[in-house]
């Protein structure tokens, strides 16, 4: 993995539309999955009960989706990174989807790319395309549009 360096934000407009790379791979193991159920107090036994969820539809325990969100905040960082900045902030999220589980075991990755670049008062707001992969699989297991702003 390597990171992708804005030295500025001017740098960073003039990138818009292009793959960034991707990040490390994750493993989503059990207690990944059960710490996100204490957190958010989503204890639905498809996700922590294992022996229930083997007679189930995915034939395992599978992460919560919102969890495999999450994950975004921890490969944009190792996918980019942009300097000559005072701040950057998250500033929400657009259209997202979940078109494939992630069953227990799974090894996840985020590919990034750049999607616009739009002026803001104190700086800019980036929309970037999260595609979180899973090891071995055709399909993407989320799929989001990040927006951050970097701030002068």
């Known amino acids: 993995m390597a990171v992708t360096t804005f030295a500025d934000l001017d740098e960073l407009r003039a ?10 791979w994750v493993l989503v193991d059990q207690a990944r ?7 958010t107090g989503d204890h639905q036994w498809i996700h922590v009960d294992p022996a229930r969820a083997a007679e189930g539809p995915y034939g395992c325990t599978i992460a919560h989706g919102y969890l495999t969100l ?18 950057g ?29 739009e ?3 104190g700086g800019v707001q980036t929309t970037m395309v999260v595609t979180v992969e899973r090891r071995g699989a055709e399909r993407p297991v989320c799929v989001a549009e990040a927006i951050s702003r970097y701030l002068r």
């Open 89 to 117: 902030v998250n500033y929400g999220v657009d259209r997202v989807r979940f078109p494939a589980p992630v069953p227990v075991g799974s090894e996840l990755r985020g590919g990034v790319e750049l999607g616009s670049v």
């Open 15 to 24: 990138a818009a539309g292009r793959h960034l790379g991707h990040s490390d």
């Open 70 to 87: 999450s994950l975004t905040n921890l490969f944009l960082p190792q996918v980019v990174e942009v300097r000559g900045i005072s701040a």
């Open 119 to 121: 002026e803001v008062r």
């Open 33 to 39: 999955i059960d710490q996100f159920a204490e957190a």
